[in-house]
Each structure stands twice: as C-alpha cells, then as structure tokens.
C-alpha cells in the first residue's frame, strides 16, 4: 500500500489494551489513535493511550527511525482530538521529508506495487486459462485432501501454463 503515515485506531476498554501490541498490529505504526474517547469511556480511553504510550517506548527504544510513534486520543462525537491528530500528521509528513524517509518510503513502495501487479497479473493469466483454470480446480481438492503438497500443485500449474 501506498501511504505517507501508518496510522491504528484502537477502540478502549475492550479488556486487554495490550491486545493490539501482543498481536503486532501497532508495531508498524506510526501513531496510534484511541478512538471513542467520549462519555463513559474517557476514562478507558486515556487508560489506554497511557498503556499504548509506554509500550511503543519499550517497542521502538532500539529502533534506528528516528520518529517516535504517539499516541492521541479523539471522540468522533465532540470532535476532540481530530485537529490534533492532522496536526501530528502533518509534523512526522514534514519531518521524513526533511531527512530523505519520505521519498525513500515511496521508492520501496513502489517496488511493492510494482510486484503486486505482477502477481496479480499472472494469477488473472493462469485463471483464464481454461486447461489451466481446469487443472487448478482438480489440484485444489487434492491439496485439500492432502494428496498433493501445495508446492507442488503451484509446480505443476507454472509447468502446465508455461508449456501450452
């Protein structure tokens, strides 16, 4: 994907705050936006950013990105919080622009995009193959079944289409 800022929004109260962190959801972030911080969550929700706060320190201490993820709260409902979420996101866009991250990310995401058309190119080709797309759907089932190891079923598929 193709994005100048990561941004996880994280609704509080939800049990464990650290749910996010222990499944790596916030460890690419850039900020971590606390949703709902409004009526009986606001409590929960500042529990949370507190909780979020400390964690992304103790994630991104050895981290040689020089941008230290934060973490805000909002309410959808107020409105509070929103402009300084733009606010922040404005700041880390200026910040990677002046120390080069900014147009190096766009290269590498570039490369990324460039290889997800090719995948998604060749997968659109092999499908509308029709001895293909037939042999796809008989290796399905055998690697369903376990007659057939998926390495081998993708082999098989490239062979087949490569030599028609």
């Not at 995009?113 to 998604?120: A, E, K, T």
């Amino acid at each position: 994907a193709v994005v100048s800022t990561q941004s996880t929004g994280i609704p509080p109260g939800s049990g464990d705050e650290l749910q996010g962190i222990k499944k790596g959801i916030v460890e690419v972030a850039d900020m971590v936006i606390v949703t709902k911080a409004d009526g009986n969550l606001k409590t929960a929700a500042r529990l949370a950013k507190t909780e979020y706060s400390r964690a992304l320190r103790l994630l991104r201490s050895h981290s040689d990105d020089s941008w230290t993820p934060f973490v805000m709260t909002v309410s959808s409902l107020s409105g509070e919080g929103l402009g300084e979420v733009w606010e922040e996101m404005c700041e880390y866009k200026q910040g990677k622009v002046a120390n080069g991250q900014f147009l190096e990310r766009r290269r590498r995401q570039r490369l990324t995009w460039l290889w997800g058309h090719v995948q998604d190119y060749l997968l659109d080709t092999l499908t509308c193959d029709p001895h293909v797309k037939e042999l796809m759907a008989r290796l399905e089932q055998n690697v369903l079944s376990g007659r057939v190891m998926p390495g081998a079923a993708a082999k098989e598929i490239l062979t087949t289409f490569l030599n028609r």
